[in-house]
């Protein structure tokens, strides 16, 4: 029998911890203000939080652009500040996991300072410097968040190269030198206690030799090795693997923005020796991908399309890697307005349709900060209120320097689609801003907060919160939700989400309406006499209707 690694039945809590909550009053989220709600934490359930980046950076994309690896933020705390919040998670049996964020640093790190002094220095190859052809930059690519992905520097006249803000130049993982420094660097995250990484764009470490021209944006267009699955990304991440991994008990989930199901089992395959998983974001472009504005053009997902997705990773992964599970993070809208409904009357009963869909799937559950709450897209009206740099440079391009959109258009569409949707603050209680912090917060919260809060949640036995907790439980209590193999049921249905898990000759069936329509299928067939509900958002059960984002799981044997 195959053994189940302790990351293959955990649930991740993701803490955004810049809206997560304040101590100091300056309206920053704060480490202290994570140590603080331990205790919520563990009663949720969770068994390990992941971190979005809390090292040193001038913030020019919320930190991910880092200029010291090994010092905490200002804004933050303290490297002892981190220290008692790792102490005092490890005793409420939670592991912390950390972003690493390796593809890139800030400009403002050493490394790029010395980079940029001269051509022989000996920091130079440590990121991309090209001349540029005549004029022109070296190669045609675009930057992530818009415009070239070169930039001149005086000093040097030279170009480097960020794939994302000018502010976050490319490292060059071909020089060996770098990638002794990056395990170095991890491993003293390891030494401190850390329980493993999230690896940032991991799957861009490894660029094209000789850089090439092609199609604008190297990072977002599946398949194109210039940037994204490289042709050296998995030397080095065996290496990485050898050196550092595998001398600690961790886990590892690599963000790769653009891969298949095979090439997850080749990051996170059983026989690797490279990650323990991977996220993957096909399921999060359906509602995107077809339509001239990229992630800025907005239609519901199809829910036959997401199927099929989720059933190629379910049944492509079984048995030879493992899948993360996820609806949102700190990149996407919300889940509830994303795919579930968060007008007031559906909000609930959607929130828990959505987390029973995935929370019993194949694989490693991730929950949003918030989202256990069913917290809700921001949905800004002035552009005023955004501050996230992917935002601010999309509105500036398509609106103010291309006339392409009106403002009204791609005001409709931030709501829709900024990454900023899910970064306002957590919401605590009723109180002002949320209870998160006595300041005016870097960013506004929702103003639906008065009724949409924790402390709302924990009196209600009906709330959000206490069906994660089930869901949680569940997991910890039945092998079936880790093991069992996935099979999907109804796949041309367009408004219901059906499936069976499988092990050791027991069954489970998991019925999810997508809709806010009452309908009828005759489910009973797929249910024997016996069969036990063990979950649903709905007291009572009429197994041939199916009520608005009606969500039930029955144990058939
Ligand atoms: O956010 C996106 C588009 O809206 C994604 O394409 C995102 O840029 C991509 O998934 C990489 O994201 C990660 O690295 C970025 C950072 O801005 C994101 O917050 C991070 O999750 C650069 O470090
Ligand atoms: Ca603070």
């Not at 440590?126 to 005549?134: A, C, E, L, Q, T």
């Not at 919401?427 to 801003?433: F, G, I, P, S, V």
């Amino acid at each position: 029998a195959a053994t189940i690694k302790w990351w293959q039945q955990a649930v991740v809590y993701q803490v955004y911890p810049r809206s997560f909550q304040d101590t100091n009053h300056d309206g920053i989220g704060d480490l202290k203000g994570i140590t603080a709600h331990l205790d919520y934490l563990q009663q949720l359930g969770v068994d390990v939080i992941w971190l979005n980046p809390i090292y040193r950076s001038p913030n020019d994309d919320n930190g991910y652009d880092i200029s010291d690896y090994q010092q905490i933020a200002a804004e933050f705390g303290t490297m002892a500040d981190f220290d008692d919040l790792l102490t005092a998670a490890h005793d409420h049996g939670i592991k912390v996991i950390m972003d690493l964020v390796v593809n890139h640093t800030s400009d403002e790190h050493p490394w790029f300072q010395q980079s940029r002094q001269s051509r022989d220095n000996q920091y130079r190859d440590f990121y991309f410097w090209r001349s540029g052809k005549g004029a022109d930059q070296p190669n045609n690519w675009e930057s992530a968040f818009g415009g070239s992905a070169w930039t001149y520097d005086e000093q040097t006249q030279q170009y480097y190269l960020h794939t994302f803000s000018t502010k976050q130049p490319d490292l060059n993982w071909e020089n060996p030198a770098l990638r002794t420094a990056i395990y170095q660097m991890m491993t003293w995250w390891l030494e401190k206690g850390v329980d493993g990484f999230r690896m940032d764009v991991i799957n861009q470490i490894s660029k094209l030799p000789g850089l090439p021209d092609g199609p604008l944006k190297p990072h977002s267009q599946y398949g194109d090795a210039r940037v994204t699955n490289g042709p050296h990304v998995h030397e080095f991440l065996q290496e990485m693997n050898r050196r550092v991994l595998s001398r600690f008990d961790i886990m590892t989930v690599g963000e790769t923005h653009d891969v298949t199901p095979a090439d997850a089992r080749k990051y996170a395959g059983n026989d690797r020796h490279e990650l323990d998983m991977v996220f993957e974001f096909q399921h999060l472009r359906l509602d995107n991908s077809q339509h001239g504005f990229g992630k800025w053009s907005i239609r519901k997902t199809p829910l036959v399309a997401l199927k099929q997705v989720i059933n190629d990773w379910q049944t492509g992964l079984a048995g030879q890697a493992w899948n993360s599970l996820f609806w949102n993070n700190h990149d996407t809208p919300r889940a509830v307005s994303r795919f579930g409904d968060d007008r007031p009357m559906y909000r609930v009963r959607s929130a828990k349709m959505l987390a029973t869909c995935l929370h019993l799937l194949q694989g490693t559950p991730y929950i949003y900060q918030g989202e256990e709450l069913g917290m809700t897209d921001a949905h800004f009206t002035d552009l005023d209120s955004y501050r996230d740099i992917e935002t601010l440079n999309a509105y500036r391009d398509l609106v103010t320097d291309r006339h392409l959109l009106t403002h009204a258009d791609m005001m409709a569409r931030l709501a829709a689609s900024s990454r900023d949707n899910s970064r306002t603050p957590m919401q605590w209680n009723a109180t002002e801003n949320a209870g998160f912090s006595d300041a005016q917060p870097w960013i506004k919260v929702n103003p639906n907060y008065q009724q949409i809060n924790a402390e709302a949640a924990l009196a209600d036995p009906d709330s959000v919160w206490y069906y994660y907790q089930q869901l949680i439980k569940l997991r910890h209590h039945y092998p079936i939700v880790t093991l069992g193999t996935f099979k999907l049921l109804l796949a041309d249905d367009t408004q219901v989400f059906m499936y069976e898990r499988h092990w050791q000759g027991q069954t489970w069936l998991i019925a999810c309406n997508f809709t806010s329509e009452t309908i009828s299928r005759p489910l009973h067939q797929y249910l024997t006499a016996d069969a036990k509900c063990l979950l649903s958002n709905y007291d009572d059960h009429q197994t041939d209707t199916l009520r608005p984002y009606e969500a039930w799981v029955y144990q058939l044997a």
